[in-house]
């Protein structure tokens, strides 16, 4: 393989904890919980799925945010209406929460690199493996990068938002291979979703799959590309 494509979320970094997300925000904005109230918000936010990188909904989504649920990582303003959207449905004690929590979920400090990331992107550097980075988001992920030192092993970033277009189209996954100069054939992708990941093979890309899982429980996922790499 002479390129790897890696997702983002629950792939390369995974978003913290529901909880520690509403109390990073609570405490920025200086608005108040009782601990019941605070863990009972964030598991409601959990339910619903309105932590961006988290868990998906486990209830339905609303009839008026179907539509821009299925196209949310096309546009910024279509993410951020689909994830305040599912965030309102919560209640919280000043209703700027919302936009408030979204904005956390973009920081730096929301994220953190499995433990194998900067080995394995290493050493794909050290071996002349060109790498890069195709994630459906709605906002600009090259920061998190910098942030935890990685933006020099990414050689390009193809981000969905960026080019109105999300996995699984080909096109996505054939625009990062162009952009690094490989056939889709030399490429393989490594995502956590099936179908949104697996949407390189129509290009003749191998895919790899690992497990979305938090930090803590994934210590060597990524470990096995570098094998199907050789």
Not at 18 to 39: G, K, Q
Not at 90 to 102: G, N
Not at 185 to 191: I, S
Not at 212 to 223: A, C, I, T, Y
């Amino acid at each position: 393989m002479a390129t790897v494509l890696f997702d983002f979320s629950g792939t390369l970094f995974r978003i913290e904890s529901t909880e520690s997300w509403l109390r990073a925000v609570l405490a920025e904005t200086e608005i108040s919980l009782t601990e019941p109230e605070l863990t009972q918000a964030a598991r409601h936010l959990d339910a619903v799925g309105a932590l961006p990188g988290g868990s998906f909904p486990s209830r339905p989504i609303p009839d008026e945010l179907a539509p821009v649920w299925e196209i949310r990582d096309k546009s910024a303003e279509l993410h951020r209406a689909a994830y305040t959207g599912l965030s309102r449905q919560v209640p919280l004690p000043d209703p700027a929460l919302h936009d408030a929590l979204y904005d956390r979920h973009m920081s730096p400090a929301a994220w953190r690199p499995y433990p194998d990331t900067a080995e394995v992107l290493g050493a794909l550097r050290e071996r002349g493996v060109a790498v890069g980075v195709v994630s459906n988001i709605g906002w600009d992920l090259r920061p998190v990068f910098r942030e935890y030192g990685l933006d020099p092993y990414v050689g390009a970033y193809v981000l969905s938002y960026e080019h109105g277009i999300q996995k699984p189209d080909p096109r996505l996954f054939a625009t990062a291979c162009a952009a690094l100069g490989v056939d889709p054939r030399e490429a393989l992708m490594v995502g956590d979703d099936r179908r949104a990941d697996g949407g390189a093979a129509a290009l003749g890309c191998g895919v790899h799959f690992v497990d979305h899982l938090p930090v803590s429980q994934r210590p060597d996922g990524l470990r096995p590309v570098l094998e199907l790499v050789g």
